[in-house]
């Protein structure tokens, strides 16, 4: 909630492998008021996963009518798989009084901020490591992915990372506490703002 009384969408981005749910997780953990927006994908659940925390998982067809009904505020496909923002969740959160969180990817960010698809203050914050070397160990670290895949998630890395201008804030996750401490302070400033300039 924002200095003028109105819920706030943090739309959170960054290359696959940057640590945004490890962050985003324990920033919700110390910062109160804060819910995370659950995606509907099209992807299989990972082993760690768990269903309506990480994600909905739903089918093709699931998601094509979500896209008729007009639920999603954004949509994507990303890698073959389809991800998409639920509008009613996003409205929910509000109503509660909290401000929103949101983990999706560049183009998506993009379509919000340029085409005006939201009725509430957004703020845009990159979150990434330093670089792409970082990346590739981390991803390895994680191991959900094969090298196939891991190559795949790079090279959408590169291109993201050229898109740093859609953003208001840069948070370089080199050291977890940091990025953390970071976050924390991006919120705790936006809910502070007494003007709505927010894209
Ligand atoms: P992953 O499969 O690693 O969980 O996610 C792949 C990418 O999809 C990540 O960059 C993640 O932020 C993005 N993503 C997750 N949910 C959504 C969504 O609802 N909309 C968009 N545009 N991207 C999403």
Not at 51 to 56: K, L, M, R
Not at 182 to 197: A, G, K, P, W
Request: hydrophobic share 40%; proline share 3%.
């Amino acid at each position: 909630m924002h200095g003028a009384g109105k819920g706030i969408a943090f739309v959170i981005c960054g290359p696959s492998g940057a640590g945004k749910n490890s962050v985003i997780k324990r920033v919700m953990e110390i910062l109160p008021g804060l819910s995370f927006s659950v995606s509907y994908t099209t992807r299989p659940r990972r082993a760690e996963e768990h269903a309506g925390v990480d994600y909905n998982y739903i089918s093709q067809q699931e998601f094509d009518r979500l896209i008729a009904d007009g639920e999603l505020i954004e949509h994507v496909t990303y890698l073959g798989d389809r991800y998409g923002t639920s509008r009613a969740q996003i409205e929910e959160v509000f109503i509660r009084g909290e401000d929103v969180i949101l983990n999706i990817d560049v183009t998506g960010a993009r379509r919000l901020r340029q085409k005006g698809l939201v009725d509430f203050p957004a703020v845009y914050i990159f979150l990434t490591p330093s670089s792409l070397d970082q990346l590739h160990d981390r991803l390895k670290i994680r191991g959900t992915e094969d090298k196939n895949e891991i190559k795949r998630r790079l090279n959408v890395a590169k291109e993201e990372m050229d898109a740093l201008w859609l953003f208001d804030y840069l948070v370089i996750n080199d050291e977890f506490e940091v990025a953390v401490d970071e976050l924390r302070s991006i919120i705790i400033t936006e809910r502070c703002r007494l003007v709505d300039d927010h894209g």
